[in-house]
């Protein structure tokens, strides 16, 4: 009876009739590392995704060639430390009173503009239901004006 007993699986044995399996393991492994460090940037896509967004190098481009309104929604703080020439500054927190309702006799453009673009996607959303056009999401927020080494104002 103690005859039929087979052997305990070890490792060494596993690794000797499945040679191929630390590189399968390292792959699923490169592959789950490779997903945590996307995800992030998955999500900002996935924002953006048909949505009215601008690159840094198209705002820089719109504001020579037009008077674009660009609102900065990010705190105090983070304004002081550099932002847009010629943004307005309105906190996330006050800019659902502040834009209430459209003018009707503005013709500009306005693009919302935050830290990562998260809070701008956010306040596209509160002014295309308040009845607002021509609203653009600076992709990829401050982060990514920085990054394209775009000028800032202090």
């Known amino acids: 009876m103690l005859a039929n007993l087979t ?3 070890t490792l060494d044995s596993l690794l000797k009739d499945y040679p191929w399996l630390p590189g399968v393991f390292f792959a699923v492994l490169c592959l789950l590392v490779l997903l945590l460090v996307s ?11 048909g ?9 820089e ?6 008077s ?10 983070d304004f002081a ?4 020439r010629g943004c307005l500054h309105v906190p996330f927190s006050d800019f659902p009173a502040r834009f209430a309702q459209p003018d009707p006799k503005a013709k500009r453009a306005m693009v919302l503009v935050d830290e990562t673009d998260l809070l701008s996607h956010q306040a596209l ?19 990514a004006w920085r990054s394209g ?4 104002s202090r």
């Open 7 to 9: 052997p305990p699986i």
């Open 39 to 49: 995800l992030p940037r998955l999500s900002a896509w996935r924002r953006g995704k």
């Open 51 to 59: 949505r009215p967004v601008l690159t840094p190098l198209q705002l």
């Open 61 to 66: 481009e719109m504001l020579t060639g037009s």
């Open 68 to 77: 674009a309104l660009v609102v900065d929604l990010r705190n105090a703080q």
């Open 81 to 84: 430390s550099g932002h847009i």
């Open 125 to 143: 959303d509160l002014l295309t239901a308040r009845g607002f056009t021509w609203i653009y999401v600076l992709k990829g927020g401050m982060d």
């Open 149 to 152: 080494n775009r000028p800032l």
